[in-house]
């Protein structure tokens, strides 16, 4: 699949999920009862959608390498090394618990800059699957991504809480929205890594091919806008 594959349909996850989930759900795995407020819906909206790229860290020649230059490249080189390449070790249920308690773990013990740092990550990582900035490793394309996601995250900031519990889900339901689509091309995922058995109902028969661009990717966004108008308009 491709990145703004991907990332729709990790801004689809979260809004069905808030539209469809008790609210204990969206706050594992604290638990937190509490409120989940519209402005905090609309932020996890982006939040996922970037996290839904997370995956494709192991792939040095992918979407998300160059998102912050030389320094995302060589980081994923060295993801792909320890991973075993690309489609392995992030590609798996394990990867989806790491991510998701390591965003648990940075909130509470390293506290607000671990989020705003987290945060200015998962927003350049949405706005490069999204095409908002232009293509390619030149320093004007990545450039672009950290001026827009600095922008993003300096406007979180004043809205964003210290811990917000409901950001270790957003992140392991991006990456687990990755992990389903992959699931849906010939080659599939290694989902019970380190086992080597991979899961696979191909559906999509080429990654890259018009009917994503032009209709995947339009009725994810269009669905997703409505799951979130829905759910902020019939909130308690
Ligand atoms: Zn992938």
Redesign the pocket.
Known sequence: ?LGHS?ATSGALAWSAAAAALPLTLLTYPDMHVGDIAAVDLVMGTFLTAGAALL??AD?PKGTISHVLGPISHYACRFISRISGGH?QGT?SLLFVALVTYGTWAGEHWIGRNFTLALVFFLLALAVRALNLAPTGDSVKAWGTVVILAASGTFAIDHWISDKPAWLPFSVGLGALA?LIG?CLTERGCPLLWPLKTRTRFPIIDRTGNKMETLVLVPIFALATVALLWYTITHQP
Do not use: F, T
């Open positions: 699949m991907h995956p494709d792939h489609r590609h990755h992959d």
